[in-house]
C-alpha cells in the first residue's frame, strides 16, 4: 500500500506540488481545512483518514496537547528538521522517500519521527543524497510518560 502524505499548512503550496510531481500521494491542508482550524481539529481528521502528516513544526515536543492529539489519533507524524527553502525540504523527502517507507513498514502508528537532512558535506557531494528518519516518541513511550505523571 502507497501511504498517502498529509501537508501542515506549515509546508505551504510548493511542497505538495512537487512532491506530486514525483508521483508521491499527497493530501494538503489548505484542501481540506481552512487556515485557522485548530491542530487538534485537523489532527483528528488526518488520524480518521490514515493519512501520514509532515510538518516543519519542531516546536511540537513543547506543545503537549498536540503530541497528545497526535498520539490519541493514531498518526504517523514526520517533522522535517533544518532550516532550508521548501524546494530542499521537498527534495529531501524524494531522495529519502525509500527510508521513509522502511520506517512506516517497521514502526505501528502512532508515532512521531523526525526526518533529517544529510550532512553538509554530503549534501555538497549528492543533491541525491537522501537524509535519515528517526523515531522521536512511540506510542509506548507516550503511554509510559503519561503514567508516570
Given at each position: 500500500?502507497?501511504?498517502?502524505?498529509?501537508?501542515?499548512?506549515?509546508?505551504?503550496?510548493?511542497?505538495?506540488?512537487?512532491?506530486?510531481?514525483?508521483?508521491?500521494?499527497?493530501?494538503?491542508?489548505?484542501?481540506?481545512?481552512?487556515?485557522?482550524?485548530?491542530?487538534?481539529?485537523?489532527?483528528?481528521?488526518?488520524?480518521?483518514?490514515?493519512?501520514?502528516?509532515?510538518?516543519?513544526?519542531?516546536?511540537?515536543?513543547?506543545?503537549?496537547?498536540?503530541?497528545?492529539?497526535?498520539?490519541?489519533?493514531?498518526?504517523?507524524?514526520?517533522?522535517?528538521?533544518?532550516?532550508?527553502?521548501?524546494?530542499?525540504?521537498?527534495?529531501?523527502?524524494?531522495?529519502?522517500l525509500h527510508k521513509i517507507q522502511r520506517f512506516i513498514e517497521k514502526h505501528n502508528r502512532?508515532f512521531i519521527a523526525k526526518i533529517y537532512r544529510p550532512s553538509k558535506k554530503f549534501r555538497s557531494l549528492s543533491t541525491r543524497r537522501p537524509?535519515?528518519?528517526?523515531?522521536?516518541?512511540?506510542?509506548?513511550?507516550?503511554?509510559?510518560?503519561?503514567?508516570?505523571?
Amino acid at each position: 500500500m502507497t501511504p498517502i502524505f498529509f501537508t501542515d499548512r506549515n509546508l505551504g503550496n510548493l511542497i505538495p506540488k512537487l512532491l506530486r510531481k514525483t508521483g508521491i500521494n499527497v493530501e494538503k491542508h489548505s484542501d481540506h481545512f481552512p487556515d485557522d482550524a485548530r491542530d487538534e481539529e485537523w489532527l483528528t481528521e488526518v488520524g480518521r483518514r490514515n493519512w501520514y502528516c509532515l510538518t516543519h513544526d519542531r516546536r511540537i515536543r513543547y506543545k503537549p496537547n498536540e503530541k497528545d492529539a497526535v498520539m490519541r489519533a493514531g498518526i504517523g507524524l514526520f517533522i522535517l528538521i533544518g532550516n532550508a527553502t521548501h524546494q530542499e525540504l521537498a527534495n529531501n523527502l524524494v531522495n529519502t522517500l525509500h527510508k521513509i517507507q522502511r520506517f512506516i513498514e517497521k514502526h505501528n502508528r502512532p508515532f512521531i519521527a523526525k526526518i533529517y537532512r544529510p550532512s553538509k558535506k554530503f549534501r555538497s557531494l549528492s543533491t541525491r543524497r537522501p537524509g535519515n528518519v528517526k523515531l522521536w516518541l512511540s506510542h509506548e513511550e507516550w503511554t509510559k510518560r503519561n503514567i508516570e505523571k
